[in-house]
């Protein structure tokens, strides 16, 4: 006898199983955890698995078990039949077990921001400094305020170099000076001295601000009395415009205002003596005649003028020696003429350079303003000038290494001190003397940098008393490559990497792979361990864990990730972000805890150069994965000056190591480079270089990239942009350059095609191509009703935005009549125009990004004043006639056709407009190993945040009332503006500072893909646009796992002692 | 908390404008949650609040009475944006007259609604994060999975006892006209397939 109840348990564990599955499934299928181009196949495909497992299950039946099962179960044999059943479900569960143990359980990092040295300090940028001021006479905490660059002001702890506060402010407004007022407010000068701000100089809040009225283009200056820090009753004064302006500090009130634009007075030095209100101002007229004001610094007026005309006109430099002498050039550079204006008399002495120095050539005066003393540069040699009492110079020292000074600060006694800094090979000497008696070293101090860093360009000293009543230095420099370091008897107290602010080009690259005999971190914990890592795991999701419980969580993350390994990963997780800087410094940092793992000066070959600045960056060798041996390497196109006919210097370095390979004074201009897809026999990928002559470079100069060049001469085309010019040209290769300093590497090209823009008409405001590396998953997109379109694939289109003249300019500069907004696509092997569309009454600028065969383009709408974005997408018409799914899925397509751009395809376009409520930045693309993955658009907008919007919000097929097919195939209902999510901004309540790009790059894993965006600030995340349905979170609870089965198992063994209980007591009745 | 009036003249033909408006205090009915808060901070709440006009043509700040101020403002329409973390404000349009001195229309872009007074205020507070739904059991009973399992356990309790009220002479009746039926088949005896 066997009882049915035997089935009960199966039965139980059946459905449990069933229900979790089906959901499960639909979860996967259809909750946008697989692309969506995946989903409705998925579906289908498991559908296919039931209904191959039915057939299997018949076949089982009446093949192997007819006997067992027969019509009185108590004769056969049922349970022989369920044995089967079992085995053949544990096979399946082992090979269940193998799968879901070969899915990596990494997850998706919550995003974090790179931080210069550790995580979790939360180091943010603020670019070059300009100028620095310390705040250390209160006891409270000590700070110094900045001015950078990249028109940061910021507070900065002197403790710890950490930002206390720090404002960006905007492209055009660049600061020309900061002071503290009051001892409670920070005051800067911006936007050519027509701005005056002041910000609480505790929490940064802005008090006031001020606009002044500027006329004219002139120099700016702020000069906030000495006096200011204890009587509010001498005012800020400030030039700038052609104006000079006393403003109230205590509310940014304008005093007064005194007007020189007539006379084309440009004020150089604002002097107020101390304990008088008389304000001395001395200025130029063009060039030539020192003017000397008395003005009374209460009401405005002017007290004394004095004129004097000096015949060998001036140079700009001016040195302010002492309350009332100054010293200027000559415009000769040969002449020093010291100025003394004592009570307003104005006399001219002149001294020759050639009788304080011998060899003199053209001089430059340095400027610090040192009392007393004039530092000029000559000759490479810095020489310092005692003025004496009658505008007597005399020599007193001089420096024969690049030295960088601070100003003079005074120190005890009433003497005033100044610190000049020098480097020597890898130390710097720091040396604090006193301005009177230039042989008293009050400091001498050498210290040992732990990198390169170039020369000092800045220093500024700063004194304290130290506990033995002597005076204590401590120095803030700027280094070669913008880095910001405090030093404190005799050491580096903090360093911040300001080069990072300025980032030009990244490129993202692998790290080494790990290597067998490299310990790997230890993995296998003992059951107990890991039990208790999972019950851990399992409070937290319950909420239950306890805030040690969360960092303990936390740590075994961070331990079990290994994400700041220096290996490779399963993942394409951990790699290195290479990023190149303005000021020529190359910095590798790490994904996983954005680390720096080397950084490297770029240093020139040439001797005449002194240090090169960076432009670009490209991937040189690459090697294939299989190559273990072989370090990849990256070229730093670098130009030695800011001309664009400078010579060019090209840098190899070693990924791994972050070393030198070689580098090469190229000898000609860069003005385009231009990657080949062609690599030689060591993977070293072949470059094209043009110069400013119209002739190609190849690169590298080896006979074998030669060959491969020489085989695919006739294929090799390229365009030029001359956006000033409205013009676009196309070029191919044409001979090998003739002359006697051409090498065979250089070739000569000839134009194939002009696109000329009627310059009265358009102006070419934007280009743009796709991405050469990335990757199409299919050139066919099928539409709901079975027909299929072809997308137009091409390398060599060219997306171009021209606007009207009149609307090249600002919004609000134009009306909606006079601007129109054009946009192009361009073959740029034929010069052939595919597609142009207008947008009428609107304007740039226009941010743009082009990835398969779609463009997004942003810009201004005028008539309804708002933003817009439009996508286009572009279809092959040619081969339309293959309308047949099965074609494609059997094959007999003609996609592996070769395109050629001079077949002359029809192409089919479809666009959409929306409105978009911000301003942006930049916009790119989400960028995947295989392209399966849906896309994302990452919108930087003016708010430094990056926005997420999935490809299917700009998608032309978008109706306002899509039919049930279409739903099911994703196409959203049609808004006239795109959603703003909170939830989709990827840097969530962190701001990207200043931002100017965004990087993409794909991991190994499908679902995944990096995303670096830099401005002021550094920002990296992984993104996981369709989400990662390739691989477990990390919160995946497998405690939860193992409770639900052990439940599952004692609920059957239960039922089963009910089940014998109850077959005992039918057995007994 | 009006515009204000005050205008330079430099020549005739150069009439620039300051615009100047009061930028709402945030209502506490929008209350944002806990962790917004902090990352606004109360007491620096200005402080990290951007204006910016013509899409990064000038930038500017508030002060902390909440004014902010655009000087220099050629005639013509402009578009201000207000970014301040954990906040949506819609850009406004502002029409500056070049014939009526100091004659501005503000227009909030967003919502088309035209400003009387030159008040900003939020549109609505942005939540950065997704709040994580705390654990219940009732959650895991209204799902689809609970649910399932649940109408299972009344199947198996219930279904018996069901079973024990049906008369069983009649079970044999049903039984019987079942089998002469004809034989079952094999497919429909067992749970196949799955």
């Known amino acids: 006898m066997l009882s049915a109840m035997w089935l009960l348990p199966y039965m139980i564990l059946g459905g449990i199983a069933e229900a979790l599955i089906s959901v499960a499934q639909n979860e996967f299928f259809y909750s946008d955890q697989l692309p969506n181009s995946l989903s409705s196949v998925a579906t289908t495909l498991s559908g296919l698995g039931m209904a191959a497992a039915s057939l299997v299950s018949s076949w089982i039946v009446t093949a192997t078990c007819r006997s067992w099962i027969t019509e009185d179960i108590d004769e056969g044999h049922l349970d022989y039949y369920y044995w089967l059943m079992a085995a053949l479900s544990l096979l399946n569960v082992v090979y269940f077990v193998w799968c879901s143990n070969s899915y990596d359980q990494n997850s998706p990092p919550s995003p974090d921001l790179l931080v210069s040295t550790c995580r979790g300090k939360h180091q943010r940028y603020i670019g070059k400094v300009k100028h620095a001021v310390f705040h250390t006479q209160k006891t409270g905490r000590k700070r110094v305020i900045v001015s950078t660059e990249q028109n940061v002001v910021a507070s900065l702890d002197l403790r710890h170099g950490e930002i206390f506060w720090r404002h960006v402010l905007g492209t055009k407004d660049a600061i020309d000076g900061v002071d503290i007022a009051l001892g409670k407010y920070v005051i800067t000068l911006s936007s050519e001295g027509s701005t005056l701000r002041a910000w609480n100089l505790p929490d940064g809040q802005m008090v006031w601000e001020t606009s002044l009225h500027s006329a004219q283009q002139s120099k700016s200056l702020l000069s906030v009395p000495i006096n200011l820090k204890v009587d509010k009753d001498y005012p800020i004064l400030v030039f700038g415009g052609g104006y000079l302006h006393a403003v109230s500090a205590v509310d940014g009130e304008l005093i007064w205002k005194k007007d020189f634009t007539a006379e084309g007075f440009e004020v150089q030095r604002v002097l107020q003596t101390p304990g008088s209100s008389i304000v001395y101002v001395l200025g130029f007229i063009k060039s030539s005649e020192a003017v000397v004001y008395q003005i009374d610094s209460k009401s405005g007026e002017v007290v004394a003028e004095k004129s004097v005309v000096f015949p060998g006109g001036f140079s700009g430099e001016i040195s302010s020696v002492s309350s009332d002498k100054v010293v200027v050039l000559d415009s000769t550079r040969s002449i020093l003429v010291t100025i003394g204006f004592l009570d307003g008399d104005i006399s001219f002495q002149q001294t020759r350079i050639s009788d304080l120095v011998e060899d003199s050539g053209k001089a430059e005066i340095l400027s610090p303003l040192l009392t007393n003393i004039l530092a000029v540069k000559v000759n490479k040699r810095t020489v310092f000038v005692r003025v004496g009492g009658e505008g007597k110079l005399e020599v007193v020292d001089s420096l024969s290494d690049e030295t960088a000074m601070s100003d003079s600060l005074p120190v005890a006694d009433e003497q005033e001190a100044f610190a000049s800094v020098h480097h020597e090979g890898s130390k710097i000497h720091l040396m604090v003397k006193l301005v009177d008696d230039l042989e008293t070293v009050l400091l001498r101090e050498s210290i040992q940098m732990d990198q390169h860093r170039g020369r000092v360009h800045k220093v500024f000293i700063n004194n304290y008393i130290k506990t033995d009543r002597s005076n204590g230095f401590r120095a803030l420099i700027v280094m070669e490559d913008h880095s910001l370091l405090l030093l404190q008897q005799g050491a580096i107290v903090w360093s911040r990497e300001e080069g990072l602010a300025s980032v030009t080009d990244v490129t993202i690259a692998e790290l080494p792979v790990e290597k067998d005999g490299v310990s790997v971190a230890k993995v296998e914990h003992t059951l107990l361990d890991w039990l208790q890592g999972h019950v851990l795991k399992l409070k937290g999701t319950l909420l239950l864990a306890s805030p040690e419980d969360v960092a303990a969580i936390q740590e075994m993350r961070m331990k079990s990730s290994g994400r700041s390994k220096l290996t490779r990963d399963h993942n394409g997780f951990r790699k290195l972000i290479i990023a190149l800087t303005r000021a020529g410094k190359l910095f590798a940092l790490h994904t996983g805890d954005g680390r720096i793992v080397w950084s490297m000066l770029l240093n020139s070959p040439n001797k005449f150069c002194e240090r090169p600045s960076g432009i670009s960056l490209y991937q040189w060798q690459v090697p294939h994965h299989h190559a273990m041996d072989e370090n990849p390497s990256v070229l730093v196109v670098g130009r030695c000056g800011s001309d664009s006919s400078a010579p060019g210097v090209l840098s190899f370095v070693d990924v791994y190591t972050g070393k030198e390979i070689s580098s090469s004074d190229i000898g000609h201009s860069v003005v385009q480079v231009m990657p080949l897809p062609y690599t030689d026999s060591t993977e070293q990928r072949l470059h094209l270089i043009a110069d400013t002559n119209g002739h190609v470079h190849l690169y590298p100069k080896t006979s074998e990239a030669l060959t491969i060049f020489q085989r695919e001469f006739q294929n090799v085309y390229w365009y030029t942009v001359e956006a000033d010019d409205g013009i676009i040209r196309g070029h191919a290769m044409k001979s090998s350059c003739s002359g006697e300093t051409a090498d065979e590497y250089c070739f000569t090209t000839r134009e194939l095609w002009t696109v000329v823009f009627p310059s009265e008409s358009e102006k070419i405001i934007s280009t743009l191509t796709r991405k050469p590396n990335e990757v199409v998953h299919t050139q066919a997109k099928v539409n709901t009703d079975q027909d299929l379109l072809y997308k137009y694939v091409s390398r060599n289109l060219l997306f171009v935005a021209t606007v009207s003249p009149k609307g090249a300019g600002e919004i609000g500069s134009v009306t909606p009549e006079e601007s129109a907004l054009v946009v192009y696509l361009i073959d740029t092997i034929t010069g052939r125009i595919l597609h142009r569309l207008s947008h009428q009454g609107c304007q740039g600028p226009v941010h743009a990004v082009f990835s398969e065969n779609w463009v997004v383009y942003h810009y201004f709408n005028l008539r309804a004043h708002k933003y817009e974005v439009t996508v286009v997408e572009i279809y092959d018409q040619s081969r339309a006639e293959n309308k047949n799914v099965w074609k494609l899925v059997l094959g007999k397509h003609n996609l592996t056709a070769p395109i050629s751009s001079y077949s002359r395809t029809e192409v089919l376009t479809k666009s959409q407009s929306y409105f978009f409520a911000q301003s942006v930045k930049s916009i790119a693309v989400t960028s995947t190993a295989k392209g399966i993955t849906s896309k994302q658009l990452l919108i930087g907008t003016i708010g430094d945040q990056i926005l997420a919007l999935d490809k299917r919000f700009v998608d032309p097929r978008r109706t306002l009332n899509p039919s049930q097919a279409e739903k099911e195939e994703g196409i959203i209902p049609l808004t006239d503006s795109l959603p703003i999510i909170p939830q989709a901004y990827v840097t969530h309540s962190l701001k990207v500072e200043g931002l100017r790009g965004i990087i993409t790059a794909p991991a190994k894993l499908e679902s995944t893909t990096h995303v670096f965006a830099y401005g002021v600030d550094l920002f990296y995340t992984r993104l996981a646009p369709s989400k990662t349905y390739d691989s477990l979170t990390d919160d995946f609870s497998y405690a939860l796992l193992l409770i639900t089965i052990v439940a599952l198992v004692a609920a059957i063994y239960i039922t089963w002692v009910l089940s014998e209980k109850k077959e005992l007591s039918e057995k007994w009745r | ?194």
């Open chain 2, 1 to 194: 908390m009006s515009l204000s009036s005050s205008f330079e003249v430099d020549n005739l033909c150069n009439v620039d404008f300051n615009l100047m408006y009061l930028l709402v205090e945030f209502s506490t009915s929008a209350d944002p949650s806990d962790d917004f808060r902090s990352a606004i901070g109360y007491a620096a709440k200005f402080s990290n609040i951007k204006v910016v006009l013509n899409g990064g043509q000038h930038i500017t700040f508030l002060r902390p009475d909440g004014y902010f101020t655009f000087h220099k403002v050629p005639a013509g329409t402009h578009l201000i944006e207000v970014h301040a973390l954990g906040y949506f404000f819609s850009p406004v349009r502002v029409d500056v007259s070049a014939r009526h001195r100091g004659k501005v229309q503000a227009t909030l872009t967003e919502i088309r609604r035209s400003l009387t007074e030159l008040v900003l205020d939020p549109l609505r507070p942005e939540y950065y994060y997704e709040m994580r739904e705390p654990f219940s059991p009732m959650a895991i009973v209204k799902s689809p999975m609970g649910l399932m399992v649940g109408f299972m356990v009344v199947v198996v309790f219930l279904m018996p006892k069901l079973m024990e009220n049906i008369d069983p002479e009649e079970m044999k009746r049903t039984q019987e006209e079942l089998r002469n039926q004809g034989v079952p088949s094999l497919s429909s005896l067992l749970p196949a397939s799955r």
